[in-house]
């Protein structure tokens, strides 16, 4: 039984059925739950008729008031829908949806840099790569892949000193860990590489992580070669694996580049009652959002935005927020699962010159 008829008689009186976002809030104003729709007064009257025990049920018990937003089609519910809960954290939506945490790749910017993967972008001069959807595949993958390549993961307070600093070795001095003597890192820590063939290998991984270079791939094959040859099928079998796993590494991340990369364009989404946008994709992000210009001068002011919004130096990956993270993963599976709209899409080029 409805737990909370009065709010559902002033649903029925004010709600339309239009697209929109809509929030619910607690006593205390606290932010329970954000959702969309399409049809935002038959969606919330659904959750009225939900039984005692259900998630909805649960919801209507505890909520005091509802607030909702039009918005003019779906494309935008769902991207408003998906800033909200990022920045809101409401509690039914954490508790009963797991949250999305992404990973990326960073080479840091250190005397010896080190390829991590990390949980945020910071404005703080690495190169980060990514959003990746996997984390805990991400963390191994990198781990395994600054091994092969011999790239420390010693912590950022690590002294580390080249072969080229001869007047610091007089003396000698011992690695720091085991990766030296187990020959997994250059070990900078003690001076064994110089700086040119540390830095050899930092582009290498990084050539690697653009999709440019198959080096440690080779360099896998080679070691499970060896260790066949020596008969020793237990280490070739953990090496067969690393490179598979090295192998699916580098194809998504060719491929996840391909398509942001191919996510820039006009995007046209008809809208309510004849709301048409137009938004301004570049790599995956809405770089803009305007309504579809009708008549010469507000053709002439949509131009001069799109104009700036392409020809603007992208910022690339730095300064990348976990939510600008989360809004490529959405624009990207937006179009993945709808291939019918990129109908509505037209490169920035063609755009500005009609
Ligand atoms: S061997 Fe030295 S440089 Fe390499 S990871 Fe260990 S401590 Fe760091």
């Known amino acids: 039984m409805n737990p909370n008829p009065s709010l559902r008689a002033r649903v029925r009186a004010a ?63 769902l991207i408003r829908e998906m800033k909200l809960i990022q920045n809101r954290q409401p509690r039914f939506n954490v508790q009963h949806k797991r949250k999305r945490i992404y990973a990326f790749v960073k080479v ?37 892949l600054a091994q092969v390549l011999g790239l420390r993961d010693c912590p950022a307070s690590t002294p580390v000193f080249f072969a080229d600093q001869l007047e610091i070795f007089r003396g000698g001095r011992p690695p720091r860990c085991i990766r030296a003597d187990l020959g997994t890192c250059l070990a900078p820590c003690c001076g064994r590489p110089s700086v040119a063939e540390y830095d050899a290998v930092v582009r290498l991984a990084t050539r690697f992580l653009e999709g440019r270079a198959e080096a440690p791939l080779r360099e896998l094959e080679a070691r499970m070669r060896e260790a066949a040859r020596r008969m020793d099928f ?49 790599q995956g992000r809405i770089r803009a959002a305007l309504p579809y210009p009708r008549g010469a001068a507000a053709r002439r002011r949509a ?52």
């Open 15 to 77: 709600a339309e059925n239009r697209p929109g976002v809509y929030a619910m809030y607690g006593p205390g104003d606290e932010l329970l739950y954000v959702g969309k729709s399409v049809r935002v007064r038959t969606r919330l009257l659904s959750y009225f008729r939900a039984e005692r025990g259900e998630k909805a049920w649960e919801l209507i018990r505890e909520t005091s008031r509802i607030e909702w937003k039009y918005v003019p089609n779906e494309f935008e519910a």
């Open 303 to 354: 131009r001069a935005r799109v104009a700036e919004v392409f020809t603007t130096g992208d910022p690339g990956p730095e300064g990348l927020r976990p939510e600008e993270a989360a809004e490529i993963l959405l624009v990207s599976r937006w179009f993945r699962l709808r291939p019918r709209e990129r109908k509505r899409t037209v490169p920035p080029e063609r755009w500005l010159q009609a």
């Open 108 to 144: 840091t910017r250190e005397p010896a840099p080190r390829v991590l993967p990390v949980s945020r972008v910071v404005p703080d001069g690495a190169t980060y790569y990514g959003p990746f959807p996997r984390v805990r595949a991400l963390a191994r993958t990198i781990r395994e």
């Open 234 to 282: 237990e280490y070739a079998s953990v090496l067969r694996d690393r490179l598979e796993r090295l192998r699916r590494f580098r194809d998504e991340l060719v491929a996840f580049r391909g398509r942001v990369e191919n996510l820039t364009f006009l995007y046209r989404v008809p809208g309510f009652r004849g709301d048409d946008r137009l938004y301004a994709i570049r």
